[in-house]
């Protein structure tokens, strides 16, 4: 007599939100745990501005990670939102990872954050940038640091650089799933349309290149992604607004050299990105103090959680 065919494992979801200030490493934390490049890095802070979702899919269990925008004390009404959709992510989630750095004191923003966790769902600490550590003492000094906080179920020491910890993270999050049948299809690793991740690549490298004071008044927007009908080639224009004149100068650089630079980089990404030959075509557009203009924080795609 045959054994019988065991039951297929119940297809489970969960939902997972990362949190933290600025540079704290959650973008390169999501790209380190679904493998894939969904969201841009620089050590520039606040280089995420919107919810990122990253998607891993084990067997029966489908991670859903949300990269929110680092915590911080807003400065305009862009910042406002982007620490609006932090919080309102605590909202939409099964289980909070909130991401340390291994040392120093808690900034207002940080201690804020905490506080709402202790009103939320479940939440886990993750002490970022171990590879940084010089010793386990450190460590252990970092980790009663954050248990004393008496807001965290675990505190998990990282690092998203050398991957330290992130397998272990799957088991621990597991758990926290609900079932029911997955919300994307098992081999997509993000729901962002095509034109976003090539603005995000297009920005990231405005942000890598340019100086200090001018990549946070950036935004990036797609005006037309067309396929060629006689060619394997993608057509892609690219406007990159910038809040002052001055600024569409620096941007443009010495005979177009500086955007030339910046599209070159972009393109090459884009190509791996869609996997085909990319006409990439950048300009810059003068939209004065837009990050404090409602009407133009909308048209430009950052809507509000």
Request: proline share 5%; glycine share 6%; net charge neutral.
């Amino acid at each position: 007599m045959k054994a019988p065919k065991p039951e297929p494992a119940q297809s489970r979801s969960v939902f997972v939100a990362l949190v933290g200030r600025p540079n704290v490493g959650k973008s390169s934390l999501t790209n380190r745990l679904v493998g894939e490049k969904v969201a841009i890095v620089t050590q520039k802070p606040q280089t995420t501005r919107s919810r990122i979702t990253g998607i891993v899919t084990r067997g029966a269990v489908q991670y859903v990670f949300l990269d929110t925008p680092g915590i911080h004390t807003p400065r305009n009404k862009l910042d406002a939102r982007m620490t609006q959709t932090a919080a309102a992510s605590l909202k939409d989630v099964d289980v909070t990872l909130m991401l340390f750095e291994p040392a120093g004191e808690l900034s207002e923003a940080e201690s804020a954050m905490v506080d709402a966790l202790r009103k939320a769902g479940p939440a886990l600490a993750l002490i970022n940038k171990v590879d940084t550590l010089q010793s386990f003492a450190a460590l252990e000094e970092r980790r009663r640091f954050v248990e004393e906080m008496g807001v965290f179920r675990s505190v998990l020491p990282v690092s998203a650089k050398d991957g330290t910890g992130c397998e272990a993270l799957f088991d621990l999050l597991a758990p926290y799933g609900h079932d029911g049948p997955h919300y994307f299809e098992d081999d997509a690793f993000t729901d962002m349309p095509e034109k976003e991740l090539v603005a995000e690549l297009v920005r990231e490298k405005a942000l890598l290149f340019l100086r200090e004071e001018i990549p946070h008044g950036i935004a990036v927007t797609v005006t037309r992604f067309k396929e060629r009908p006689d060619r394997d080639l993608i057509d892609i224009d690219v406007e990159l607004c910038c809040e002052r004149r001055s600024h569409k100068g620096m941007i443009i650089g010495k005979g177009g050299q500086m955007l030339k630079k910046i599209a070159t980089a972009a393109r090459l990404d884009c190509e791996s990105l869609l996997g085909t030959q990319v006409n990439l075509q950048c300009w810059v557009k003068v939209r004065e103090a837009w990050r404090d203009n409602e009407q133009l924080l909308d048209s430009l795609g950052f809507s509000k959680p």
